[in-house]
């Protein structure tokens, strides 16, 4: 069995979380058999050093940003599916994206955070990938997602069309559980999960352990909210945080472009300029040496959402500051997936309180254990997929003829009505 696995790999921008999450997959598909695979990037290059020399690399599809286009790009899409080749140019990414996807036998979505209309494109990708692989007859199971809460009415549309092309779809928060079955009342394969990346293994070079342990701080710039500003708050954080458990700080970036400084190094320098203990800025590593460096850290402090799942898969203490309501559906997820009391701290109040509350750290001194259904759950959901993966392509096949007749009419209206033409 072949399958294609798409993620969020292969970006010139470096991301911990997304590149993760493939190697959770193959991780995880590996030991259940599924080893033939081909992953779906945007840079063929950049996913052969971070996977390995060996890995089966092809293009994926880059969708337009804006609302509109990105729209009328799946319209054409449809509709060279429904047998209309010439709506596209030759040349068109598209067509060697259907060669790749034909020469599979299933399409595997890893997880993210990506379907809602604030990563409005990367929702299009996914659901391009997922219509043209059932137009090919192939099975599609998509892996732990967050769903919204940022949607609008044709991305809604546009989501519920995608869950129901997956014969088995994983929501790793109860919010977008919720949602999957608010918007797909009758799929038979909603599930609860753990993020794609809950588990994952050690890097090749083992990561060195620093002594003391320190806390591992990853924190992004915010949206909507005066850098500085954030960047006083988290160095109050930090500081009040390493006096009273005793450690150092140790800056983990988890967004960056390697050896250019920006992202998360740009903004944690911002904050190690205001602090007045003992730290030290490390420049972006790989998905799996940040993943371990969190398993050895006295606690873990961050805004972002993976730092979290790392530190409560390895039973390390975490305190997560929460930027808005997208990182609070997923942080707070992420705590209530492993049973666990969210210990958040909203960015306003960090900001407006002028000193650290002594309530916030008490999380960090807290023993932390992983949780102990983390291993045969997350186990189970693997199996099933695995299996989901190589269910019966025979039947898939002629589901697909079915649904081919009855949207092609629908398909080439859409086309028209996007382009003007009524």
Known sequence: MRVAIQGDIGQPVYHVGDEAMVHGALDKLGARGVTDVVLLTRDLDHTRRHFGPGVDVARTLVFPWPPVDRERYLAEIKAVMAGQPDVLPAHDQVFGVIETLRGVDALFIAGGGNMNSRYGWLLYERAAMAHIAVALGKQVVIGGQTLGPELSDADRSTLANLLRNASLVGLREDASLRLAR???????????????????????????????????????????????????????????????????????PHMATPGEGDGDEAFHAEIAAHLTVGHELAPVASALESAAVAARARGVLTSRYHPVVFALSDGVSVLAVVPDEYGRVRIEGAFGRVGREPAVIGLDDLIAAPTVRSSWLAPLERSATPAPHLATVHAQWWDDMAHALGSDGGRRRKLARHWLRSRRHDARRLYRRLRGGG
């Open 182 to 252: 608010e918007l797909t009342p009758d799929h038979p394969g909603l599930r609860p999960c753990f993020d794609d990346a809950s588990e994952l293994p050690d890097p090749p070079v083992p990561v060195p352990e620093r002594r003391p342990a320190p806390l591992a701080a990853t924190f992004a710039a915010p949206e909507g909210v005066e850098r500085d500003a954030a960047a006083r708050a988290y160095a109050r954080l930090l500081d009040a945080a390493a006096r009273r458990v005793g450690a150092p700080v140790l800056f983990v």
